[in-house]
């Protein structure tokens, strides 16, 4: 049994007022108090908190929860441990913070830190967005998606397939410039085209390449993109429709400098039968990225 779902994304942030800000009014998350360890939380359904924001001397995804079956839980940490890689058990206090049963702190072979848990709490008030999102896409699918820089990327892929048991949906080499990347785009135990996509590519300085969000529908994007334009925040890829999760999606920087995907309409495919994809193309449309425009702009092409 392995990984059910995205569960949360704990953040690092020297400013934790910019991303409660970029959050809150450009995201349209809903702000939900302070953890006992003082992070700020943040919901987008019904769980207690989808973001942590912790206080910290760097900008950097702290780590991405990963929920876990109970009855496959113990399992999973023996293969961890038997894999080499660190696990440090939550203490209460740490696991009351989550809002989790129980949980361990360990990180794959790029070194990108990961929560793995069991057991998450609901709240009894309802999700109302801050910015009239009408809802996010969550349930069984989590939260959404997280991208990672893994350089030793066979290792990585080795490592979320076989220690921690999310299946290939898709493993793509894209175009990148002239050269080209492989990529990992992994399910959990759902219907989420990925939860999590693997890039190899050096770590950033943020520790993350982008989380990805679903909001409910077209005009949740189309209103999100405007309230972007409006607040100043850095656009990262225009709006586009991804070949293989079917995503039409823009993405814009995070205060951490990592990417936030803000999209609707996401592939939901059968994770039992699924047979994984060689895609060669990142998008059916758009998504032009500032990289390229910067690079075709210094070299004088029209786009
Ligand atoms: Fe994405």
Request: hydrophobic residues 40%.
């Amino acid at each position: 049994m392995g990984v059910k779902e995205l569960g949360y994304l704990v953040i690092e942030a020297r400013d934790p007022v910019a991303w409660d800000s970029f959050l809150t009014e450009v995201a349209g998350v809903m702000s939900a108090g302070r953890a006992p360890d003082g992070a700020a939380l943040y919901r987008i359904d019904e769980r207690p908190f989808r973001f942590a924001i912790q206080a910290s001397e760097r900008d950097y995804l702290g780590a991405a929860g990963l929920e876990v079956s109970a009855d496959g839980y113990d399992a999973m940490v023996e293969r961890l441990r038997a894999a080499g890689r660190p696990v440090a058990d939550f203490s209460s206090d740490e696991a009351t913070a989550r809002r989790v049963e129980r949980a361990i702190r360990t990180s794959d072979p790029a070194g990108n830190a990961l929560e793995l848990y069991v057991g998450h709490a609901t709240d009894d008030v309802a999700f109302v967005s801050p910015a009239g999102v009408s809802g996010f896409v969550t349930g069984a699918l989590g939260l959404g998606h997280v991208v990672f820089a893994a350089p030793n990327f066979d290792e990585c892929h080795r490592f979320y397939r076989e220690v921690l048991g999310l299946g290939d949906t898709d493993l793509p080499e894209m175009p990148v410039g002239d050269a080209t990347m492989r990529f990992a785009f992994m399910h959990a135990a759902n219907g989420r085209h990925h939860s999590v996509a693997l890039g190899e590519m050096p770590q950033p300085p943020s520790g993350c390449v982008h989380i990805m969000l679903e909001a409910k529908s077209m005009i949740d994007v189309g209103k999100a993109y405007d309230r972007m334009r409006r607040a100043g925040v850095p656009q990262s890829a225009s709006l586009g429709k991804h070949v293989n999760d079917e995503m039409t999606s823009f993405y814009m920087r995070t205060p951490a400098g990592f990417d936030l995907e803000f999209g609707c309409e996401g592939l939901v495919i059968d994770p039992a039968s699924w047979e994984a994809t060689a895609h060669t193309e990142i998008s059916v449309w758009g998504h032009r990225w500032s990289w390229q425009e910067a690079m075709e702009a210094a070299q004088g092409a029209t786009p």
